[in-house]
């Protein structure tokens, strides 16, 4: 399927691609699909009338997921990783209208199969333009009403080394593809409205010199580069391992790509805060990465504040008094 995006790439044909976790499964754009990956679109924006009603989420048990990271930590001792993205399923209970979902996110990223998921990612994967590459890379959050929260999450060591981490892993990834990798960018803070809370999001902007020639190998950059380094960890296929050894259940597309190209430049996202129809339930996948420092208690919080819908969905759900 790679060679698919590299014969796109030579005839300079644009391309709508979804690829899963794993890089086994493929999507491409059809009448049931519709995305957008911040300058392109597919679709024209419309009002969906409301019919969401969310009124439960029933996160893994804590005691599960403390077991888990424990797991994880002793891997770390051993050696055989310094950093891992962990993720789990949360429950949906409730009416959930994943078009709806999609229409009223207001992320940059945001991608809707029919009848499949829903995904509204702030989180771009790589950028391509005029042969130059960017990655921006996401570890750290921390709820903004917390106070002097962008001076604690900057001056937190545990999420330091995180980030410092991806950072490095990137950096290599780009190194794979490209020339002359330079950090632009070292730990900036975006803001992102998550629910009823707005959280603060730590990232980071790397950059490398592509050859000209790269339209003709887009699809090999691309596979060079999967899965994204964010969502595993380093190092990354031993990381890969562990995560389906430990999480012991399928992601999926949950923590895959979306792409497209236009026949000039490339845009592309992580699949994250993501929706998924399971039979007739729905459940919300999320997570967070792990060190040696980690602490239970607050990377199981983290991880439930990232399962949120959209403020102008769910604050109507959750808030005092809109019922």
């Not at 493929?26 to 009338?49: G, P, S």
């Not at 391509?128 to 962008?150: C, F, L, N, R, V």
Request: one cysteine or more; a positive charge; charged letters at 30%.
């Amino acid at each position: 399927m790679f060679e698919k995006l590299n014969e796109y790439g030579k005839k300079r044909k644009p391309i709508f691609f979804a690829i899963d976790f794993e890089a086994k499964s493929w999507l491409y754009e059809d009448e049931n699909t519709f995305f957008k990956l911040n300058n392109f679109q597919n679709y024209k924006e419309k009002t969906v009338t409301r019919t969401t009603n969310l009124t439960n989420k029933i996160y893994v048990d804590f005691q599960k997921y403390k077991k888990a990271i424990k797991r994880v930590k002793k891997e770390i001792k051993k050696g055989n990783t310094y950093l891992l993205n962990l993720t789990f399923e949360t429950k949906l209970e409730g009416t959930i209208n994943l078009e709806e979902i999609f229409h009223n996110s207001k992320d940059p990223f945001k991608l809707y199969v029919k009848d499949k998921f829903a995904c509204f990612s702030p989180e771009r994967f790589v950028q391509i333009k005029e042969s130059q590459i960017s990655t921006y890379p996401m570890k750290g959050t921390i709820d903004a009403s917390i106070p002097h929260a962008m001076e604690k999450i900057l001056a937190n060591q545990k999420e330091m080394s995180e980030h410092t981490m991806v950072v490095d892993l990137l950096r290599n990834d780009l190194g794979i593809v490209g020339k002359n990798i330079k950090v632009e960018k070292f730990r900036y803070i975006d803001k992102i409205k998550a629910g009823e809370k707005e959280l603060l999001q730590v990232s980071s902007k790397i950059t490398a010199n592509l050859d000209e020639s790269w339209h003709n190998n887009l699809g090999d950059i691309i596979k060079k580069m999967l899965p994204a380094g964010s969502i595993t960890g380093t190092p990354k296929r031993k990381t890969v391992e562990i995560i389906k050894n430990i999480e012991n259940y399928k992601r999926g597309f949950f923590t895959g790509v979306f792409g497209y190209y236009n026949g000039e430049s490339f845009d592309s996202a992580v699949m994250i805060r993501f929706i998924e129809k399971q039979g007739k339930n729905y459940v919300y996948k999320s997570g967070g990465g792990i060190t040696c420092d980690s602490d239970e208690l607050s990377e199981y919080e983290e991880m439930k504040d990232k399962v949120y819908v959209t403020k102008s969905v769910e604050c109507l759900l959750f808030c005092s008094g809109c019922h």
